[in-house]
């Protein structure tokens, strides 16, 4: 699968793919290129986790009445909603990946 198209997607984790992806067509070593992946869907699901916390902690200040800066917790909203999503597709397609992997003929 050839991902150098998504360049431009300003996220690290498919721009580290895309680098682990090349120098996997140089060494040929799999394991290390899918552990590479999964490494980076581990550290992406540390930053959803944090944007998730984030967006809690505003609907709690917003709800003890600390601030009524509605702006902030719609915009905490959606970077934890965006970042959820992304996670969830990159598990989708790292479970594909695998099991595409587990089906081969050795």
Same mark, same amino acid.
């Given at each position: 699968?050839?991902?150098?198209?998504?360049?431009?997607?300003?996220?690290?984790?498919?721009?580290?793919?895309?680098?682990?992806?090349?120098?996997?067509? %140089?060494?040929?070593? !799999? %394991?290390?290129?899918?552990?590479?992946?999964?490494? !980076?869907?581990?550290?992406?699901?540390?930053?959803?986790?944090?944007?998730?916390?984030?967006? *809690?902690?505003? *609907?709690?200040?917003?709800?003890?009445?600390?601030?009524?800066?509605?702006?902030?917790?719609?915009?905490?909203? %959606?970077?934890?909603?965006?970042?959820?999503?992304?996670?969830?597709?990159?598990?989708?397609?790292?479970?594909?990946?695998?099991? *595409?992997?587990? %089906?081969?003929?050795?």
């Amino acid at each position: 699968m050839d991902i150098s198209s998504l360049y431009n997607v300003s996220s690290g984790v498919i721009r580290d793919v895309a680098k682990n992806t090349a120098t996997a067509k %140089q060494d040929n070593n !799999s %394991q290390d290129v899918f552990g590479n992946i999964l490494n !980076s869907a581990v550290e992406n699901l540390k930053t959803t986790n944090g944007y998730i916390s984030d967006a *809690e902690n505003e *609907e709690i200040r917003l709800a003890m009445g600390e601030t009524d800066n509605t702006h902030d917790l719609s915009i905490a909203l %959606q970077k934890a909603s965006t970042s959820l999503q992304y996670t969830v597709a990159v598990r989708d397609k790292i479970i594909e990946a695998y099991k *595409e992997i587990m %089906q081969m003929q050795i």
